[in-house]
């Protein structure tokens, strides 16, 4: 799988109207920047699934061990996902985007 870029740039920008949502007078943008940044954090930890899942076909993961990782994963630290779906979207890490040169 593989999002648009765009849901990088929407993420970005719940991130830049939370900010602006501070302020008394724009308390508005606070919640439209929540909204946007929970929508964009889902689509960025499907991607972080699926970089997930392509190292662990990679270097061969037993079924056993991508299960602990994704029990660890899903109970502490689901973050991850989202920074390393975000990291593989502005990286494009799997090179879906670009041609290989195999």
């Known amino acids: 799988w593989n999002m648009p870029i765009a849901v990088l740039w929407a993420f970005a920008l719940a991130l830049g109207l939370a900010w602006a949502g501070k ?3 724009y308390s508005w943008l606070n919640d439209i920047a929540v909204n946007l940044q929970f929508t964009a954090m889902i689509f ?3 991607q972080g699934m ?3 899942y392509y190292l662990a076909d990679k270097y061969s993961l037993s079924r056993f061990v991508r299960s602990i990782i994704l029990i ?3 109970t502490n630290a689901l973050f991850l996902l989202v920074f390393a ?12 985007r670009t ?4």
């Open 50 to 52: 699926a970089l997930f």
């Open 44 to 46: 960025l930890a499907i």
């Open 85 to 96: 779906g975000a990291f593989d979207l502005g990286l494009d890490f799997r090179r879906l």
């Open 23 to 25: 302020q008394p007078e």
């Open 72 to 74: 660890l994963i899903f």
């Open 99 to 102: 041609p290989r040169a195999d």
